[in-house]
């Protein structure tokens, strides 16, 4: 049994930052409110002559991110013709990053599923403290990969990576998107990510702590 209850601890202390975090991903890169704030903040649809607005663009990239629009394909006034805004490679890229965050829903969803079953056999044999411990442990471990992701963001070996495996090809003078996915942009996911998730692990303390409530005999 205490072999059982160690397993399903380590169990819950890594599938709650894997929820919490791929949780917020998926929130903050599908939902329009970020690209929305970033494009009305540095005024992008005018910076690069676009004929729409800061709020249709951003939510263009939001709909491209959730599946609604299946290609990156924006068509818009330019210099007194429509035509299409990002080329063949923005395109390609922007579908790498679509695949990424997809396949992390795939990894959410086992994590969710453990958590779940983690929760409920330490539930069903009344090791509430031993589940309390087992959330702390996540906390830390959350904390701990949150520190890991800021320190990375201020390495160039780190970012080039991340970037390399994110837009597989190399963009041309001419393209617009390294005009909107700038540092800044990067700095901004980052930070909306760990406040969405610090709400959703706050709910899950909530949750957490109204089932691991000891049982008083006397109201």
């Not at 949780?23 to 890169?29: D, I």
């Not at 263009?60 to 007194?80: I, P, T, V």
């Not at 599923?113 to 442990?137: C, D, H, P, Q, T």
Request: net charge neutral; glycine share 4%; proline share 2%.
């Amino acid at each position: 049994m205490r072999v059982l209850t160690k397993i399903v601890s380590v169990v819950i202390a890594l599938s709650i930052p894997v929820v919490v975090i791929l949780g917020a991903a998926n929130a903050v890169l599908r939902l329009p409110d970020l690209y929305v704030y970033e494009f009305n903040s540095v005024e992008s649809a005018s910076e690069i002559d676009l004929d729409i607005t800061d709020d249709e663009l951003g939510h263009f990239f939001s709909d491209f991110m959730k599946g609604k629009n299946d290609k990156f394909d924006l068509f818009a006034e330019y210099r007194d013709r429509e035509q299409s805004v990002f080329g063949h490679i923005e395109q390609l890229n922007m579908e790498n990053a679509r695949k990424i965050l997809n396949h992390t829903i795939y990894v959410l969803a086992v994590a969710s599923l453990l958590l779940i079953v983690s929760y409920w056999i330490m539930l069903a044999k009344r090791r509430k403290f031993e589940l309390r411990n087992a959330f702390k442990g996540g906390v830390i471990v959350f904390a701990v990969l949150q520190i890991l992701q800021y320190a990375l963001f201020y390495s160039d070996n780190a970012k080039s990576l991340f970037y390399g495996l994110i837009f597989i090809n190399p963009y041309g003078a001419d393209d617009v998107l390294p005009l909107i996915f700038t540092e800044h942009f990067a700095w901004l996911c980052i930070a909306a990510n760990s406040i969405v998730a610090a709400v959703i692990l706050l709910i899950f303390a909530s949750i957490t702590w109204r089932l691991t409530k000891p049982r008083r005999m006397f109201w």
